[in-house]
């Protein structure tokens, strides 16, 4: 209990840090039988952006913090919601392709817009959403609509060694039981010697869904474990916003 209390406590922190640097409210839009929750930072932009891409079980509770954090970095966030509109729950015993093409029509709709800079866009998934940001970062989907993609414990096993073609990081636990980080480390290996787009940090300790502090205190649900760890969640968010910066930031 004190746990979970603690990751709340977290959470709330998140997002008053994230919030000193006012974003506009979360804005519902939907583009070609997609949607999506959008916040943006203040200003006229244009701004680069991130599509963000949410596991299998669904949209995060804690979208409103991330998208605050997000806005306070500078970015865009399209946090896109492939659930809804098709009256689903879960997708953990499935593959789910749909989320992929979700992604890259969210990444044409942000290029619609005038505050966005249809240059600079990045995808960010967790887990599920995590294997569509690896197809991404492939140019197995998407090419020319993104920039760079970033993936939190990934099935990095469903890209089968395949070469990234835009800059990629992945960042998984070493007691990832889920999505195994060793997986992880052979799509390492299988990258061109002095030419890899993908940066791979192992975080040691730390299992699926350590970013997320809904599963504060450990959580067992069909059949995986997932457990929040604040000190990764720090690391991650550390690691994210230096990749971003280097690749959508700059011109």
């Not at 619609?112 to 970062?137: C, E, K, V, W």
């Not at 890899?196 to 940090?201: E, G, H, V, Y």
């Amino acid at each position: 209990m004190e746990s979970r209390s603690l990751a709340r406590v977290a959470a709330v922190l998140l997002f008053a840090l994230a919030s000193s640097f006012p974003a506009g409210a979360a804005e519902r839009v939907r583009f070609g039988g997609v949607e999506g929750d959008l916040v943006r930072p203040t200003g006229s932009g244009p701004f680069a952006a991130i599509v963000v891409l949410h596991s299998c079980l669904g949209p995060r509770a804690d979208r409103e913090a991330l998208g605050a954090m997000l806005a306070n970095w500078g970015y865009v966030s399209l946090f896109v919601d492939d659930f809804t509109p098709r009256g689903l729950r879960e997708t953990c015993t499935v593959d789910f392709p749909e989320e992929s093409r979700d992604a890259v029509a969210a990444a044409a709709h942000l290029a619609t817009r005038p505050d966005i800079d249809a240059a600079r866009i990045g995808a960010l998934g967790f887990s599920q959403g995590g294997d569509s940001a690896l197809t991404i970062g492939a140019g197995v989907v998407g090419a020319g609509r993104f920039r760079a993609a970033a993936a939190l414990y990934p099935p990095c096993a469903n890209l089968n060694g395949r070469a990234l073609r835009y800059p990629t990081l992945v960042i998984v636990g070493a007691e990832d039981s889920v999505t195994p980080a060793e997986d992880c480390r052979r799509l390492a290996q299988a990258q061109p010697a002095g030419g890899s787009q993908l940066k791979l940090i192992v975080v040691p300790g730390v299992a699926h869904g350590f970013d997320d502090p809904a599963f504060a205190g450990g959580v067992d649900t069909l059949g995986m474990r997932l457990a929040y760890d604040g000190a990764a969640a720090r690391r991650a968010s550390v690691e994210l916003r230096r990749f971003f910066s280097a690749n959508l930031l700059r011109p």
